[in-house]
Every structure is written in structure tokens, then in C-alpha cells.
């Protein structure tokens, strides 16, 4: 057995940056993920199309085909009074925005003042990633995950 569309592929992995700094890692817990649903970066997805258990790699994702280039438009600056009920507001800190593409991710990188400059860019845009991969299980997709478009059970954490 292979891994491809609707099959549920189980990988452990490590992810480093281009100074090879782990930002990443399975652990022992492996990944689990349906194939061909968008559950991965697509770069790693293309990658472990036709693999199989036991199959080890490693592979460098260009920023476009992992979580995109950086968009200078996702950096804004605004009032403090925007964070209404944070009483210390911090660079590093992630909040949950609301805009006209639906809810995603800031983080403020800089405070000056009352002027508060917020990223909405993936903490990973930008970057090549690095993933050290050895698949470790594989199987069918049950007709609940692929409902749901994605892998239930082991594996913990979905990405």
C-alpha cells in the first residue's frame, strides 16, 4: 500500500528552518493525516504521494508551496484601543482577528505608544521548511474522516 488520495498516512517528522533550527517535531507521537485533503502544506503532501511505511526522506518546501510568501497588506498598525479588556499587551502575543476573510491569526511585533502593529502573516511565510519524514503507518480512511476531511485518532494533534 501506497499513500494516496483518501488514505490516512501516519508520519513522524522533524521540521527545521533554513538556519536548521527544529521548530517542529513529532516526537514520537506521529501525525496522522488524510491524504489529498489539504490537511498538509501541499509541497509536503506532493512529497509523500506514493510512499510507503518504512520509506524515509527529506525534503525542502519553497515558502510558496508551504504557507506562502509574506504579504506586506497583513501588516497593520492600529489603536491599543483595539484590544479592549488586554491590560498588558506584549509583542509576541497572538489574538484572533475578525475580517472580511473570515477569523485568522495576528501577532503584535511592535508597540509604540498607543499605536500597536499587528502581523496576520502565518509565523512561517516566508520560509523554506525542512522536514525530516519517515512514514510510519498507513490505512484507509474510514467514511467518518473522510466526512470530515481529516484523520480521527492516533496521531493527536492535527495541523
Not at 514520537?28 to 490537511?39: E, Q, R, T
Not at 504557507?67 to 506586506?72: F, I, L, N, S
Amino acid at each position: 500500500m501506497t499513500i494516496k488520495n483518501d488514505k490516512v498516512g501516519l508520519i513522524e517528522y522533524t521540521l527545521t528552518n533554513e538556519a536548521g533550527e527544529t521548530l517542529d517535531a513529532s516526537n514520537g507521537n506521529p501525525l496522522a493525516y488524510l491524504h489529498g485533503h489539504g490537511n498538509l502544506i501541499p509541497g509536503l503532501e506532493n512529497e509523500l504521494e506514493g510512499k510507503a511505511v518504512g520509506d524515509k526522506f527529506t525534503t525542502t518546501i519553497p515558502a510558496e508551496a508551504a504557507y506562502g510568501e509574506r504579504v506586506d497588506a497583513l501588516v497593520q498598525t492600529v489603536p491599543n484601543s483595539m484590544f479592549q479588556g488586554v491590560d498588558n499587551l506584549e509583542v509576541g502575543m497572538r489574538f484572533q482577528a475578525q475580517s472580511e476573510q473570515g477569523m485568522h491569526s495576528v501577532e503584535i511585533t511592535a508597540i509604540d505608544g498607543d499605536q500597536v502593529t499587528v502581523d496576520g502573516n502565518h509565523p512561517l511565510a516566508g520560509m523554506a521548511l525542512t522536514f525530516d519524514v519517515e512514514v510510519v503507518g498507513l490505512r484507509d480512511a474510514t467514511e467518518e474522516e473522510m466526512e470530515h476531511g481529516h484523520a480521527h485518532g492516533e496521531g493527536g494533534h492535527q495541523h
